[in-house]
């Protein structure tokens, strides 16, 4: 088996290290930060997400720290009127599992401790990698440089293991903007909102809002068309008063569960084509490295697991063959991880539209396709929660 170099400890890179030492490869894993951490917001785990989970064997903790939602709905921004509403149950039965929703920082806790001991080295930041010779290596800022048979990165957006492979990448604006908050339930004045898992569409806006920790905790996630701000940080903050001018005359209960939002971030949305190779010889990409996406389907995070377990599962086939190994990885996952980009990014455009009749025919669609076909959301997305990547016939010959 070989020996794998992971650059990054985020949710990809804890993945493809639970999945790759379940299969008896040494694996280590290299992150910057000076501790595993991760920043205070939720992420929605779908049900594709939670199948990798349960072959991993982590179902069970990841439900323990979930929110308890049994309904995904999708609303009416302005009227509340419910547009489209699916039961964890139905989305058990279509899709093999149903969605989980958590704090990203119990999620992280869950996968580190899932690892083998001493697999993990923090303070380590990647500026470089090379995988052309017989050995992969990645040359780190304090000088120390490391050798393996394969390299992974996931090193997140601002990937440092792809801009070494393929140069820098060309984000382009989306003229949309993000806020978000965690938000403690019992501060919601007039008590804790019912506990949904609930997208809410609006002209040149969605918010989405789900419990986190056991229904502790909301995760509040607002979209918004605006143009003039253009800071890509998951941690610029903001005023709370800037989002309730911002949604002034959206639905009473959003309204007044931002009121109870004492800590705001502000981020702006810029979007990237899929790129065209993931792999140079004994180094590949997973996760945002990979494939950084929109958050519109809240898919990031559930493509990086994906990867995870593809990528294991390739190198355990071949396991004498590195350069095989990564070639059916990259077969396998860059089809379908590209095809999320683009579905995220049409999906941002029919969340935010602003006219009444688009918006009418948009709602009307999602109505037909929930009573003809299996399509629970009714958006003509149930492909992704379908895909079972931890099934023995997903790796591509
Ligand atoms: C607010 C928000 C909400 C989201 N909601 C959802 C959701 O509901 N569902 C979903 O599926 N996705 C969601 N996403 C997307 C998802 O969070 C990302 O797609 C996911 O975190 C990607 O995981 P990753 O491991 O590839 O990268 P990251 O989580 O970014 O992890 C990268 C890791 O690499 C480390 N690192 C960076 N550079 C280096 C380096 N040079 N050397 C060593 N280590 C390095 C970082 O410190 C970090 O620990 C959301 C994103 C945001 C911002």
Redesign the pocket.
């Known amino acids: 088996m070989p020996r794998v170099a992971i650059?990054?400890?985020?949710?990809?890179?804890l993945i493809a290290a639970r999945a790759a030492s379940r299969r008896g490869i040494e694996v280590a894993v290299?992150?910057?930060?000076p501790e595993l951490r991760e920043?205070g917001?939720?992420?929605?785990?779908?049900p594709n997400?939670m199948k990798v989970l349960r072959a991993l064997g982590l179902e069970d903790e990841v439900r323990a720290i979930a929110g308890r939602s049994e309904w995904i709905l999708t609303r009416n921004g302005k009227t509340g009127r419910v547009i489209s509403r699916t039961s964890r149950r139905e989305q058990a039965a279509s899709f093999g599992s149903a969605a989980a929703t958590v704090h990203?920082a119990d999620l992280l806790d869950v996968l580190a401790a899932s690892l083998p001991d001493d697999i993990v080295t923090l303070g380590?930041?990647?500026?470089g990698v090379a995988g052309d010779g017989p050995a992969a290596v990645a040359r780190f800022q304090d000088g120390n440089v490391i050798e393996a048979d394969v390299i992974v990165g996931?090193?997140?957006?601002?990937?440092?293991v792809r801009t070494s492979l393929f140069g820098p990448d060309a984000p382009r604006f989306t003229g949309k903007i993000?806020y978000?908050s965690v938000i403690p339930a019992d501060a919601v004045p007039g008590g804790p909102p019912p506990n949904d898992n609930a997208q809410w569409l609006g002209p040149h806006g969605t918010i989405v809002l789900y419990p986190v920790r056991r229904d502790e905790l909301i995760n509040v996630?607002c979209h918004y068309d605006d143009e003039t701000y253009r800071h890509e940080s998951?941690v610029s903050r903001c005023e709370r008063s800037e989002v309730l001018e911002r949604y002034s005359g959206w639905h009473e209960l959003l309204l007044r569960v931002f009121s109870a939002g004492e800590v705001w971030y502000k981020w702006a949305l810029y979007d990237r084509d899929p790129i065209a190779q993931w792999t140079r010889g004994r180094v590949t990409v997973?996760?945002?490295?990979a494939h950084p996406?929109l958050?519109y389907l809240?898919?990031?995070?559930?493509?990086?697991i994906e990867d995870g377990c593809v990528l294991a599962a390739a190198l355990a086939a071949e396991p004498d063959d590195p350069l095989a190994a990564l070639a059916r990885y990259e077969r396998t996952r860059r089809p379908r991880a590209s095809q999320v980009v683009l579905a995220s990014r049409q999906r941002g455009v029919s969340n935010h539209l602003a006219s009444p009749l688009a918006a009418w025919r948009r709602d009307l669609s999602i109505a037909l396709r929930r009573r003809l076909g299996r399509d629970p959301d009714g958006r003509g997305t149930a492909w992704i929660p379908e895909y079972d990547a931890s099934s023995p016939d997903v790796l591509a010959a």
């Not at 917001?41 to 779908?46: N, W």
């Not at 997973?286 to 490295?289: E, I, N, R, T, V």
């Not at 898919?299 to 990086?304: E, L, P, V």
Request: overall charge neutral.
């Open positions: 650059i990054g400890g985020g949710i990809g890179g290299y992150e910057a930060a920043i917001a939720g992420v929605a785990l779908g997400a990203r380590a930041r990647c500026v996931a090193d997140g957006i601002h990937s440092a993000c978000r996630v998951w997973l996760g945002d490295a996406m958050p809240g898919q990031g995070a559930c493509q990086a």
